[in-house]
T-cell receptor
Framework: GQNIDQPTEMTATEGAIVQINCTYQTSGFNGLFWYQQHAGEAPTFLSYNVLDGLEEKGRFSSFLSRSKGYSYLLLKELQMKDSASYLCAVMASNYQLIWGAGTKLIIKP | SQTIHQWPATLVQPVGSPLSLECTVEGTSNPNLYWYRQAAGRGLQLLFYSVGIGQISSEVPQNLSASRPQDRQFILSSKKLLLSDSGFYLC????????????FGPGTRLTVL
């Protein structure tokens, strides 16, 4: 079957760094996406990885290892507005996204 | 620039009543269109997707249906709602080429009583 695992909830301190992990087992691989979703709102796109390595975009970076079926999202210089759920999604061989349940990130002052 | 609209934003319906949710996309042509449902604290469940007018693929058997009467219009319907149909319904679009990044509408929160 197809499966994406990520922690249910994480807590971090304002100004710190947090790493959210995602492991996946899917039928084929055509890229991995990270989305941010604030409570009650729609998901918004953060990053896309299709090749191994690190993609950096401002305070956010995303890493991919296809051989390990593993990705992480790294958030630096955390701000209170970063409190949200972070969704990992893999595009499978049929070009449909398989979604993880999301990681709720709580930022404390 | 592209925008995606969904309405209504919230909806409270009795069990057994019909449903019609509408989604429209502006600023792009021939998009892939998607309907998702998200239960509280859960991930996104793909309900339907469409690669063109009149072309609908269903991912989960249920009492919902979808239609795409125009290139940039996607409609989610039900003849008789169930309690289990409550949730957050999201419409999304993507271009028909890599990386197929999906962009979401604001969502409709449906409560079936």
């Amino acid at each position: 079957g197809q499966n994406i695992d990520q922690p249910t909830e994480m807590t971090a301190t304002e100004g710190a760094i947090v790493q959210i992990n995602c492991t996946y087992q899917t039928s084929g691989f055509n890229g991995l996406f990270w989305y941010q979703q604030h409570a009650g709102e729609a998901p918004t796109f953060l990053s896309y990885n299709v090749l191994d390595g690190l993609e950096e975009k401002g305070r956010f970076s995303s890493f991919l290892s296809r051989s390990k079926g593993y990705s992480y999202l790294l958030l630096k210089e955390l701000q209170m507005k970063d409190s949200a759920s972070y969704l990992c999604a893999v595009m499978a061989s049929n070009y449909q996204l398989i979604w993880g349940a999301g990681t709720k990130l709580i930022i404390k002052p | 620039s592209q925008t995606i609209h969904q309405w209504p934003a919230t909806l409270v319906q009795p069990v057994g009543s019909p449903l019609s949710l509408e989604c429209t996309v502006e600023g792009t042509s021939n998009p892939n269109l998607y309907w998702y449902r998200q239960a509280a604290g859960r991930g996104l469940q793909l309900l339907f997707y469409s690669v063109g007018i009149g072309q609908i693929s269903s991912e989960v058997p249920q009492n919902l249906s979808a239609s795409r009467p125009q290139d940039r219009q996607f409609i989610l319907s039900s003849k008789k709602l169930l309690l289990s149909d409550s949730g957050f319904y999201l419409c999304a679009w993507s271009v028909q080429r890599e990386p197929y990044e999906q962009f979401f509408g604001p969502g409709t929160r449906l409560t079936v009583l």
